[in-house]
């Protein structure tokens, strides 16, 4: 027989950590929590095998799965010594979700599950407290209504509001139990009239009601979106968790709250953390009320006046932060936790690998490795590598003047400029026409992810550094101040109205994540510290990796850039783009134009020295390392005027017909440029365009050799090469060129020549073509381009179309294609090594900074992978985790 239920409690559990495929990562920590002999509510699990059963088989049950939850029922009422269901002694519960990948504010949890017109006197009886057993069954209500009956949580709110008016009252705390049982009253009748049925009284009704609820929200929007945002399967499903209650609302002793074993901001070493007392669930997140600092520090810095827990129930906070740490030290690493503190005890209810920024997630990693509490390969191990963008990005300029309009939570680092809107869609709207625009919210909830997504960062008036905002941008990487409650939004009409002044959607505010500052427009930013941290962590990936890494860089400024993040030398350098500026457009436009090729040489003539002092520069900045230059890829048209005006004015610079040029341009034209004259099929036709470039190259490594005292031996790539023939072509005149460079000046010059595999063609003639190339780097754009048959530049318009319909899980333009694209860079790496033990394999393409593709790119074996500058530490990190990853 199947077991779809797993207990826990009393010191004991069916399930452990390991368990998390079986019982979801919520339901595995609290079994693994239990075992370990912490205070946790007894309860047990429905495994999400029953969930993925419910799916099979039209939404109903395993038929065995009502004895068993009986049964487990039952290990809990004696735990407990309440039985559900009776008045006289009640048993209430939570009913809760939990995926295998953490899923926050996904799915719905329902609390004080049982309660109904009898068991709620029994309650008040028991607790001598009747607002709190009021106050616990208007919860239940309105959280079982939402959740199970499918009612929109708006028609409470507004009753609440409305009572809470009435009667003068400013927060939830200040209504009586009669005040609660007029709400409730109006609550019931409220849902009789939505649904025509009276709110379900019976408690078994109830539990069941809401484990169907649960299975069913695995499946509703918000949970399917967020699987889409996270690469979660649906196939996984969820488990069910039913815990007895504890209750934080009962008064003065009672608490409720979340905390951090470490600071997820900064990743500071000290407990963080926020609770509220005579409260219950989700309150602290929700930001209903403002929530208080549990440690006595986090006031002080804060700068609150309300008590810390540490001062307002020292017991609970001993207890709290022994347990805090026993967490830590068991799952070795930083932990997200939930507790509640009923009449003065402490209940550990969840704990988890806390999100962190970036920032914190590198603080954390290292300072855990130098505590002996993790090693340093696994330090590499802990960092996602695409995480390290945000470390990279402009924070702004201290000396920059400030015009503060407001200040909020710091909740998510970095800063960010934009256009203020008011709601996701339009959010959406404006980024979809490339417009960089702020959201501002009074507090979001999981129904703004996708405008949360499309912002450069998140504005808050209401909730904590826990709150919905603060905790999605942190995972998402951008900026955002959360609780300003200083500003106002008017939703409706569209205005942020601060220190009296009113902004209107549309007008630009910059917020400064690190600082909660809010300011009026655009700030000056400055380029991040890559010391410290960032460093330590980059010294052990270094030390972990095999591959090297390299740029795509032609500007000295990119060059000098990548440098500084650590480039191991120049992977890519596309000359095409050092022949657009200034000048040389016209040189090249005259040599393009040229009638034959004595007048083309002549406008070569012009380019050489500009091309040579390029190159002497970039491999002064590269001094010592290896630099692969490539010879002119596009086709030449690029080059050339393309409107009528454009036309007219190149004419008239050059001193020729307007009509000629127009000719010129026709005659050039191509139907598939991508697949037409470019790569060395130009330099095919043109040698002498492919010997200048070799002359610019060989001229400036001697000089450049000459003012360092140290060779250069630059790397002359051929692109698009298909037969090996076309490559013996070109390589003779660079020979040629490089003899007499030699003889000229009187002096030997290393180099390489080879070639960049980027047609299916070539990586299956990789082997003749390595007769010829001393290195192959794999130019996995154009390869992707042309193994697929779709064109890069046409492409946007169908293949989000292919995502969403799952034909194609990935962009393969993003991330290695590994069935069809990454099996010819395999045939080709091997076949071109068996011919030449010593080949240079590289990767150059948009994949050599994709985390993905570089872990392909490991285990084919390649030397190094080339990417753009502000990608390089991503891909040092990235190849350090491949090579960590292969070697166990
Ligand atoms: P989420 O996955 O959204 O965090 P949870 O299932 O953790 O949802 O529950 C939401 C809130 O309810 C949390 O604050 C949690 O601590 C609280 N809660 C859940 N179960 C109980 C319980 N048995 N007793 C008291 N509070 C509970
Ligand atoms: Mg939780
Ligand atoms: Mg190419």
Redesign the pocket.
């Known amino acids: 027989m199947t077991k779809w239920v797993y207990s826990f409690g009393d010191g004991q559990a069916e399930g452990s950590a390991q368990d998390r495929e079986l019982l979801g990562g919520?339901g595995a920590n609290l079994a693994e929590m239990c075992g370990l002999g912490l205070p946790v509510?007894p309860?047990f699990t429905i495994t999400t095998e029953a969930c993925a059963w419910y799916y099979a088989h039209e939404r109903s049950y395993p038929p065995e799965l009502e004895r068993q939850v009986d049964a487990a029922l039952a290990e809990v009422a004696r735990i407990t010594g309440r039985r559900f269901g009776d008045p006289r002694n009640m048993l209430l519960?939570?009913v809760?979700?939990?995926a295998r990948a953490s899923m926050?504010?996904m799915?719905d949890?329902v609390?004080n599950l049982g309660l109904n017109d009898d068991t709620v006197e029994a309650l008040a009886a028991e607790s001598d407290d009747e607002r709190f057993a009021y106050d616990s069954y208007r919860r239940f209500i309105q959280m079982y209504s939402d959740v199970v009956l499918g009612l929109d949580h708006e028609v409470f709110e507004q009753i609440l509001e409305d009572e809470k008016a009435q009667r003068g009252h400013e927060v939830d705390t200040e209504f009586t139990a009669d005040e609660w049982r007029e709400v409730i009253t109006l609550y019931k009748a409220k849902i009789e009239e939505e649904l025509g049925q009276p709110f379900p009284q019976d408690p078994r009704e109830q539990l069941w009601g809401a484990i169907g609820a649960v299975f069913s929200s695995w499946m509703n929007h918000r949970a399917i979106t967020y699987r889409r945002l996270h690469n979660i399967p649906a196939s996984w499903g969820t488990a069910v968790?039913v815990?007895?209650?504890?209750?934080?609302n009962m008064g003065e002793t009672s608490a409720?709250g979340?905390a951090f074993t470490r600071n997820p901001s900064t990743g500071e070493n000290r407990l963080y953390g926020e609770f509220l007392v005579n409260a219950?669930?989700?309150d602290?997140?929700a930001g209903i009320r403002t929530p208080q600092s549990i440690t006595e520090a986090g006031r002080l810095e804060s700068g609150s006046d309300k008590p810390s827990l540490e001062k307002l129930m020292p017991e609970a906070f001993a207890a709290f932060t022994r347990i805090s740490a026993r967490l830590e030290e068991h799952y070795r690493d930083m932990q997200d936790l939930?507790?509640?503190i009923e009449r003065g005890k402490l209940?550990m209810?969840?704990t988890r690998s806390g999100k962190r920024t970036a920032k914190a997630a590198l603080k954390i990693a290292v300072d855990m490795a130098n505590e002996g509490l993790i090693t340093s390969d696994e330090a590499v191990a802990r960092i996602d590598p695409a995480s390290l963008d945000q470390l990279l990005h402009p924070t702004i300029d201290p000396k920059a003047e400030r015009d503060v309009i407001g200040v909020g939570l710091p909740a998510s680092p970095g800063a960010a400029t934009g256009e203020i809107v008011f709601s996701s869609d339009e959010a959406e709207e404006l980024k979809a026409q490339g417009r960089k625009v702020i959201l501002v919210r009074v507090e979001t909830s999981p129904e703004d992810i996708h405008g949360m997504h499309a912002s450069e960062g998140i504005l808050t008036t209401r909730g904590g550094m826990t709150s919905h905002a603060a905790v999605v941008a942190r995972g998402m990487g951008k900026p955002c101040v959360s609780g300003a409650g200083a500003l106002r939004v008017d939703t409706r009409g569209g205005t942020l109205t601060a220190l009296g002044r009113r902004f209107s959607k549309g007008e630009v505010i910059t917020i400064d994540g690190t600082t909660g500052q809010v300011l009026a427009g655009a700030v000056p930013m400055l380029q991040p510290e890559l010391s410290g941290d960032f460093a330590a962590i980059m010294e052990w990936a270094d030390a972990a990796r095999r591959m090297k890494v390299r740029t795509n860089a032609e500007t000295p400024a990119d060059a000098r850039m990548a440098r500084s993040f650590g480039a191991e030398g120049v992977g890519l350098c596309r000359t095409e783009h050092m022949f657009f500026e200034g000048d040389r457009i016209v040189a090249m436009r005259e040599m393009i134009l040229a009638d034959g090729e004595t007048d083309r040489r002549a406008a070569l003539e012009k380019l050489l020295p500009m091309q040579r002092s390029d190159f002497v520069e970039l491999f002064e900045i590269m001094a010592g390392l290896p630099v692969t230059i490539r010879l002119l890829d596009p086709p030449l048209h690029e080059f050339l005027p393309k409107t009528e005006d454009e036309i007219e004015e190149v004419a008239a610079s050059l001193g020729i017909e307007a009509e000629r040029l127009r000719e010129r341009t026709e005659a050039l034209h191509e139907f598939n440029p991508m697949l037409g004259h470019r790569g060395c099929r130009l330099a095919v036709s043109y040698p002498e365009i492919a010997e200048m470039q070799a002359r610019a190259i060989f001229e400036a490594a001697v000089e450049a050799g000459a003012r360092s005292g140290s060779q250069v031996v630059p790397e002359i790539m051929v692109p698009l090469v298909g037969v090996t023939a076309e490559l013996d072509f070109v390589k003779a005149r660079i020979d040629a060129v490089a003899a007499d460079v030699m003889r000229e000046r009187d002096t030997r010059i290393g180099y390489l020549v080879g070639t960049m595999i980027e047609l299916p063609r070539a990586a299956i003639a990789a082997g003749a073509i390595a007769e010829s190339a001393e290195f192959f780097s794999f130019g996995t754009n154009d390869l992707t381009q042309t193994t697929f048959g779709i064109s890069r530049d046409d492409a946007a318009s169908f293949l989000e179309t292919y995502r969403r319909k799952g034909i194609l899980e990935e962009d393969p333009f993003v991330s290695l294609d590994r069935e069809g694209v990454g099996e010819l860079v395999r045939l080709g790496a091997e076949r071109g090594r068996a011919a030449r033990p010593d080949l240079k394999l590289g990767i150059c393409g948009e994949h050599g900074g994709d985390p993905a593709s570089i872990a392909f790119c490991e285990e084919v074996g390649l030397d190094y992978v080339s990417c753009s500058p502000f990608r390089v530490p991503i891909a040092r990190l990235a190849a350090a985790q491949a090579a960590v990853r292969n070697k166990a």
């Open positions: 919520k509510p309860g519960v939570s809760r979700s939990g926050p504010g799915m949890t609390l968790n815990q007895a209650m504890v209750f934080g409720t979340v219950q669930g989700e602290v997140v939930e507790f509640t209940w209810l969840q």
